[in-house]
């Protein structure tokens, strides 16, 4: 688990990283979070982007406000070609500047990402 206290200062990003090395195909990225007086321009969301030209493969919806214990999902499409491997991010997606500032805390629990058949 891990738990995270903003300070209503800019944050480009929380610091949650995970390298990761999926084959080429379909997956699915779980996880549960919980949230009190979360703050930000557009929400945080959880990204996974190729390291290589491929782009985003896909990211969650925005997390923001108050929630109890709730389980968000995105569908992860890794190309055949441009992307050796994976980064899972936890991302503000508001470019540079002032309106990257985020408060509140959010907890973050069982991550997992799932190949669909």
């Known amino acids: 688990m891990a738990y995270l206290h903003f300070l209503d200062r800019r944050v480009p990003n929380a610091g949650l990283e995970q390298p990761l090395l999926l084959s080429p195909g379909n997956y699915r990225l779980t ?3 919980r949230a009190q ?4 321009e557009l929400g945080l969301q959880w990204m996974v982007t ?3 030209p491929g782009g985003v ?4 919806e925005p997390v923001d406000g108050s929630f109890g214990w709730r389980t968000f ?9 441009g992307c ?4 899972l991010r936890l991302v503000n997606p508001v470019p540079s500047g002032a309106a990257q500032r985020v ?3 959010l907890w973050v629990d069982d991550v997992k990402v ?3 058949k």
Do not use: K
């Open 31 to 33: 996880l549960r979070m």
């Open 84 to 87: 050796p491997g994976q980064w």
């Open 37 to 40: 007086g979360l703050r930000s």
């Open 50 to 52: 190729c390291s290589g």
């Open 103 to 105: 408060m509140g805390e």
């Open 114 to 116: 799932i190949l669909q």
């Open 73 to 81: 999902e995105a569908d992860i499409a890794i190309p055949p070609t």
């Open 57 to 60: 493969a896909g990211r969650t």
